[in-house]
């Protein structure tokens, strides 16, 4: 399935990046939604593993990821079990002048069974990569609103402008 990259430049300095995306409850709450409900199973150290249940329809979907913190440069997810077991992410932060950098990394993976699920993996490399890609954007926007504290959104910057 998909590898996608996503690079932005946040107008803020490193350390207020590090705070709001080394804290997992700030940073959750910027990112709730009213489907979705999440519990920590184990917290050791910089590591967290959480249990994320999703409602979709009338079915709710449940899945429990890893995540990392090796700050200051990055902050590592994986999912453990579920559709999308061994998908990972990884964002990383890096100071520039205009700010922070942050690289938003995302290979999706996601396992169906059956013959659906062959045909869907043949048919589907290209769409889940533009809607991982989306959803990737949908996620910088709110971590520019939260960080830079306005709402006028910044233009989508293509991987061929890097």
């Given amino acids: 399935m998909p590898k996608v990259e ?7 300095p ?12 700030v940073y959750s ?3 709730a939604r009213s489907d979705t409900t999440s ?3 184990s917290q050791k150290d910089n590591e967290f593993v959480v249990e994320v ?3 979709v329809g009338s079915q709710t979907i449940r899945y429990t990821i890893r995540t990392v913190y090796r700050l200051p440069q990055s902050i590592e997810t994986e999912t453990l079990d579920g ?12 100071s520039v002048p205009q700010g922070t950098e942050v690289t938003y990394v995302t290979d999706f993976k996601m396992h ?7 045909a869907f993996g043949l048919v589907s490399g290209k769409m889940m990569k ?22 006028q959104p910044q233009p989508p910057r293509s991987t061929a402008e890097r």
Avoid: P, W
Avoid at 6 to 12: A, D, R, T
Avoid at 18 to 24: A, K, M, P, S, V
Avoid at 83 to 94: E, H, N, P, W
């Fill in 112 to 118: 169906l069974g059956g013959a659906v699920g062959k």
């Fill in 53 to 55: 249940k999703q409602t």
């Fill in 83 to 94: 559709i999308a077991k061994g998908s990972r992410q990884k964002v990383t932060l890096k």
């Fill in 39 to 41: 519990t920590v199973l």
């Fill in 6 to 12: 996503l690079q932005k430049v946040f107008h803020v």
């Fill in 130 to 151: 533009k809607m991982t890609k989306e959803t990737m954007e949908e996620m910088a926007e709110v971590d520019r609103k939260h960080l830079e504290g306005d709402t």
């Fill in 14 to 25: 490193l350390e207020k990046a590090l705070e709001y995306f080394g804290n997992r409850e």
């Fill in 29 to 31: 709450s910027a990112h």
